[in-house]
């Protein structure tokens, strides 16, 4: 079924120039078909009867049936024409009217039925004088009369001053729409900065008052955001901050304390504590406080794996230019592999330089989490209650750290099958 929307543009601007320009053609073109097809054809049609009747006269006149009424000079004074009782002249070319003069059927018949006669005519193109010919009994009658008595002159004109002021009006709609389109896309833009975490400092509400007031509200929900995350950060940095004294006290405490395997397990749970805190602080910050860059992606991934040994490959291109927070993203790279390892013994990375984003696919060879739990898997402090977290040291913030720092950077991060047989998560990040 075919839908207006499929053979309409999809963008503002198009759509709204077509809003703008089709009403326009369609009027203009409706104006001018009435105006030509009735308008301009009934005033030639009067005209050609107004010649029609002159005609006549002339005719009369060499018939000298009206000879006591009408005389020479009085026709030539009143009907402001030429005439030729006897006329010799060759015979006229009917192409040469027809061509320049649309509505010679309309004179021809009104001619005709008037005069009883067929009758000849012609347009001389040295000086648009039209020339009419018919036999008026033994004679050959000919009337030369100007065009503009038998044209309305000059119609085109108003159709031209007509097209002008249309394109005129199209034009000031081009520059209107120009400065709200524009608008537009700055909001759009300055938003699509805010949700990567990037302040527009040069950004102010403009355009019509809705697009300001989208503006507007934009700009608080950043603020209030910002002003949430920073009251968050704080929050847990303090109780981070509290929580570490302690802990180095017990820590302390336990060094003073003889090596048992008591002992030796209190320092595991406390050192589990204190990366518990680091992550806990790291998730609440949401970014590792660098700032955006350009870098090479491709060697971001042979660094991250580089760390969890040589066992460890990196696939595709050789160097992948992007622009980010290159600590986030190595951190985000390195939680994914991280996992991976945890759960399988074979651990694979490949990159793939696409023409609008540069895909990240870490395929492990584990047992994989359902479908159905992919998405929980995401959720902070998740403990998915299947093979892969059976036993497993960790928090549950790793692949909700890793999600975060993708759409940050406007990406994303998904769980598939892998080709290993466990699980892929491709991370996305657009050029």
């Not at 089709?22 to 308008?39: E, G, K, Q, R």
């Not at 010649?51 to 009085?74: F, N």
């Not at 503006?215 to 009251?231: G, H, P, S, Y």
């Not at 609440?284 to 460890?312: C, M, V, W």
Request: net charge negative; glycine share 6%.
């Amino acid at each position: 079924m075919l839908r207006l929307r499929d053979i309409t543009p999809r963008g503002l601007y198009a759509r709204s120039m077509l809003m703008v320009i089709a009403p326009v053609v369609l009027i203009l073109s409706l104006m001018s078909w009435y105006y030509y097809d009735s308008h301009i054809a009934e005033v030639n049609r009067k005209l050609a009867q107004s010649i029609a009747r002159d005609a006549s006269l002339v005719q009369a006149y060499c018939d000298r049936r009206e000879e006591s009424v009408l005389d020479r000079k009085t026709i030539d004074e009143r009907l402001d024409l030429t005439f030729t009782c006897d006329s010799d002249s060759a015979s006229l070319d009917r192409r040469s009217y027809a061509e320049v003069f649309s509505y010679s059927g309309t004179l021809d018949k009104e001619l005709e039925t008037r005069l009883g006669v067929p009758v000849e005519t012609a347009l001389n193109p040295q000086d648009s004088m039209l020339h009419l010919r018919f036999a008026s009994g033994p004679r050959t009658v000919e009337i030369i009369v100007e065009r503009k008595r038998v044209l309305a002159a000059n119609t085109h004109i108003f159709i031209v001053w007509v097209i002008l002021f249309s394109l005129f009006m199209v034009a000031l709609a081009i520059g209107f729409l120009n400065q709200q389109v524009r608008s537009i896309l700055s909001l759009s833009k300055a938003a699509r900065a805010f949700g990567r975490g990037r302040d527009v400092p040069d950004f102010r509400p403009s355009g019509a008052n809705e697009v300001r007031e989208a503006a507007r509200a934009v700009i608080d929900m950043k603020n209030r955001l910002t002003a949430f995350a920073e009251q968050r950060t704080a929050m847990l940095a303090g109780v981070s901050h509290d929580l570490r004294t302690p802990l180095t006290r017990l820590k302390l405490a336990l060094a003073m304390m003889d090596e048992t395997d008591d002992i030796k397990a209190a320092r595991a749970d406390l050192d589990d504590m204190s990366m518990m805190l680091d992550e806990y602080l790291t998730f609440a910050r949401g970014e590792e406080g660098d700032e955006p860059s350009d870098f090479d992606l491709a060697e971001l991934l042979r660094d991250a794996a580089a760390g969890f040994g040589p066992h460890i490959t990196v696939t595709g291109p050789d160097h992948v230019q992007v622009n980010g927070r290159r600590l986030a993203l190595k951190r985000a790279v390195t939680n994914l592999i991280s996992n991976a390892t945890k759960f399988a013994t074979d651990t694979q990375i490949t990159l793939v330089n696409g023409p609008h984003a540069a895909d990240i696919h870490v395929d492990d060879n584990g047992p994989g989490i359902i479908p159905e739990l992919r998405e929980d898997a995401f959720r902070p402090f998740m403990r998915l209650d299947e093979a892969r977290t059976q036993n497993t040291p960790g928090t549950g913030l790793g692949l909700t750290l890793a999600r975060d720092t993708a759409r940050a950077h406007g990406g994303d991060l998904r769980l598939s099958d892998s080709p290993l047989g466990g699980l892929r998560a491709s991370l996305r990040l657009p050029h």
